[in-house]
């Protein structure tokens, strides 16, 4: 795509901000929804499993993704399966939602299966009456959809244990079930509706071989019948025949498909004479042909490729980082950016354009290696390859700092190696650090792109993350904390470099006279990464444990509530002071208790409260818009909460807007709420009728982040009646007032 067209989307969604966020969920996830591993019909609509959740088509125009926080808990999906009592989709480790009407949220109906651990066989899912019949590695499982319990789980089958030997097919035709397990099919009666009552569900002489007549392949993926005729065939996909004895056929790198006994040849379901369509569906009067990565739609002989993805493009997010004004960049491990103002994205944009792609490690050793400062310039930092330095917010890149070709020593041959990188304080330039055989060093890089070092001044020769401040004691000087670590594992121990120098504004961008002091890491852990809160403190995550400089030394805290044995990937501090900590166990907000840092209470957010994954390789906190991203191996996941933006400029000289209520009319009834927003924290809301009657009063926690939300009801609980109301905020001697118009 143009450059100046993605920067002209970027301004546009950064305007657009405000006003697309009415009404948008708290929690939301952003995935590919690739590839596909199951198909079905619903209600009309095409429903596909995806890795990045379940996708949704409405006559090959209208597509939705959902994902955790639908109502899925989770995002990776194996099975989905329609009929007239629901959709209903299985997780890769078993977990069964329903959704009963479209565009619905989904409800949880069982996670009995995911404290064992096994997968889920994809697309190896049936239904008869009210018992779902799901397949797994180890084990088919039998779900009574009406209670969501589980029944039983059946581990062996005739001779056949299931750990071993997984079923390969299976199918439901009236009162029995046909199961394949490699090349050899068996079956058993079921009363779907007394499933309970069979006693005799667990004895595995019960499933009787089914003799087929043809010829019988290896492994047996597809089972189906003309009539009462058994068939079966090695590749898996979709295979029926209807009343006619008309068959429908699809598979993987066939040579021909089949719709209603009718061959189909169209060329967009090819590549190479090969087919890429595994599963063929019809809705009324149309039919979809779908495969691992294709979704192509057909109506009246017009056939649309509808498999394309524009809400979300950039796959897994390794680094974040937010824009001043509001809305972040994430970054992802191939090299590309996108931008996002919170409730859209830009389509993917190649900033590396060197050989040096760092996928792997990037996640290995939790890289912090981007930064951006106020103005738009930016920093990337190559594993292997030096330095990019860019502006219009990594649009254009203007100057590359390769290895060997500036003072920054080389880890091996024209080869550097870096993790950090953080924007100077007076936006001059940038500090990175970078391995070295010996003791490592670090670089000041100017925005021209001029480089002065300090080599071989670390404690030790790996660095990691970094950051920086003007020194509290001397303005003219900067002190830069970097992570130094024993070994190159992200796992060794490790400790706390603390560089003081001269400002470079000072000295011509040299680095001179620098001073180190060096601090045991927190419980002797290398640290991860590192953020300072409003008092000056600051806060390090090593590899699983939290702690704190202060008094020259680094502490542990007394007391983590609820926080214990995550490996930590990433930190930042909000506004209000709580620590946030991405981990492989979802993300934690540590909140020290009134304001002291030695005891904290833990909050753990997880796929169950709408996080994409468990695994958090990154977090970066926009505290212009209130919220905090995570970044995933999967997507990324925003989570707006009111308390994490910054309202102490709101009714001063500097506040960006003057309080204004949205939306407004209100209608209580079907907009949830109204927001009076861009109004001072420590101020008083109060809402009068048109009589001059007090409604409702608001202060305190009520007013966090600058933003109140009212649901239009009085003290009471009651919906006030339609009409006329003022409301007035009041801040020391400062005073704003409005109109709200309230209609039911």
Request: charged content about 20%.
């Amino acid at each position: 795509m143009n450059k100046n067209c993605v920067y002209y989307q970027i301004l546009i969604l950064l305007l657009l901000g405000s006003v697309l966020s009415y009404g948008a969920k708290d929690i939301e996830g952003y995935s590919i929804p690739l590839d596909i591993h199951s198909a079905t019909t619903f209600k009309n609509a095409l429903y596909v499993a995806t890795d990045g959740g379940i996708r949704t088509f409405i006559q090959g125009d209208v597509s939705e993704v959902y994902t955790a926080d639908d109502g899925l808990e989770t995002t990776q999906f194996y099975s989905v399966f329609g009929n007239q009592k629901g959709l209903f989709a299985v997780s890769s480790k078993g977990l069964i939602a329903m959704q009963a009407n479209l565009r619905e949220p989904f409800t949880v109906i069982n996670r009995s299966f995911l404290s064992s651990n096994a997968e889920v066989i994809p697309g190896l899912i049936d239904i008869a009456e009210s018992v779902m019949v799901l397949g797994f590695e180890d084990k088919i499982a039998l779900i009574d959809l009406i209670s969501g319990r589980s029944l039983i789980s059946l581990t062996t089958i005739g001779s056949h244990r299931l750990s071993t030997s997984s079923v390969t097919a299976l199918n439901i035709k009236d009162d029995s079930l046909f199961v394949a397990i490699n090349n050899e099919v068996y079956v058993r009666k079921m009363d779907w509706i007394n499933l309970e009552a069979d006693l005799f569900l667990a004895d595995p002489s019960t499933w009787k071989p089914v003799s087929i007549p043809a010829l019988v392949p290896d492994t047996i993926r597809a089972i189906a019948w003309i009539e009462d005729s058994l068939v079966v065939r090695k590749e898996k996909g979709t295979l029926s025949y209807d009343s006619n004895r008309k068959k429908t056929e699809a598979y993987l790198n066939s040579s021909q498909l089949f719709l209603n006994g009718q061959k189909i040849n169209d060329p967009m379901l090819s590549k190479n004479d090969s087919s890429q369509i595994e599963w063929i569906l019809e809705t009324d009067k149309e039919a979809y042909f779908v495969g691992p990565r294709t979704v192509i739609y057909r109506k009246d002989k017009k056939w649309k490729d509808v498999s394309a993805w524009a809400n979300y493009s950039l796959g897994p997010v390794h680094q974040i980082q937010s824009f001043k004004t509001g809305g972040i960049f994430a970054a992802s491990p191939y090299g590309y950016l996108a931008w996002s103002d919170g409730y859209s994205w830009t389509p993917k944009h190649l900033v590396n354009f060197t050989p040096f792609i760092f996928e792997q490690e990037s996640i290995v050793f939790k890289m912090k290696s981007i930064a951006l400062d106020r103005n738009g310039y930016m920093i990337y930092g190559l594993w292997g390859g030096g330095f990019l330095l860019l502006n219009e917010s990594g649009l254009q890149s203007y100057k590359h700092i390769s290895p060997s070709t500036s003072c920054i020593d080389n880890f091996l041959e024209n080869y550097i190696v870096s993790i950090g990188s953080v924007t100077a304080p007076d936006q001059s330039g940038f500090l990175v650090s970078y391995w070295s055989f010996e003791q490592y060093g670090f670089a000041y890089i100017s925005l021209e792109g001029e480089v002065s070092c300090a080599n071989k001044i670390g404690s030790t020769p790996y660095p990691g993350p970094l950051t920086v401040r003007i020194s509290p004691e001397d303005p003219n000087k900067w002190e830069v904390y970097s992570s130094a670590g024993n070994s190159n594992q992200v796992s060794s121990k490790g400790s706390l470099d603390v560089f003081t120098f001269t400002a470079p504004s000072k000295t011509g961008g040299r680095l001179l006279d620098v001073d180190v002091q060096t601090y045991e890491g927190p419980n002797n852990e290398r640290i991860i990464d590192l953020d300072f809160d409003a008092t000056g403190r600051l806060w390090l995550a090593g590899y699983s444990s939290i702690g704190y400089l202060d008094d020259d030394q680094i502490q542990l805290p007394h007391k983590i509530s609820g926080y214990s044995g995550a490996v930590n990937s990433s930190l930042g501090v909000d506004v209000q002071g709580n620590i946030w900590v991405g981990t492989n166990q979802g993300a934690y907000r540590l909140t020290p208790k009134n304001g002291l840092p030695d005891i904290l209470t833990a909050i753990n957010y997880k796929m169950k409260d709408g996080l994409l994954s468990n695994e958090i390789y990154d977090l970066g906190i926009d505290s212009t818009k209130g919220m905090i991203w995570f970044g995933h191996n999967n997507g990324i996941t925003r989570y707006t909460r009111k308390d994490l933006r910054k309202a102490d400029s709101f009714m001063t000289k500097e506040a960006p807007k003057k309080p204004i209520a949205y939306p407004n009319p209100f209608m209580p009834k079907t907009q949830g709420k109204v927001v009076i927003d861009y109004i001072a924290e420590e101020s008083t809301v109060q809402i009068y009728n048109a009589g001059g009657a007090l409604v409702r009063s608001f202060t305190g926690e009520e007013l966090l982040g600058g933003r109140l939300e009212w649901d239009g009801r009085d003290l009471s609980g009651r919906l006030v009646a339609p009409g006329l109301y003022h409301y007035f905020v009041r801040k020391e001697d400062k005073r704003e007032k409005g109109k709200l118009i309230i209609v039911h």
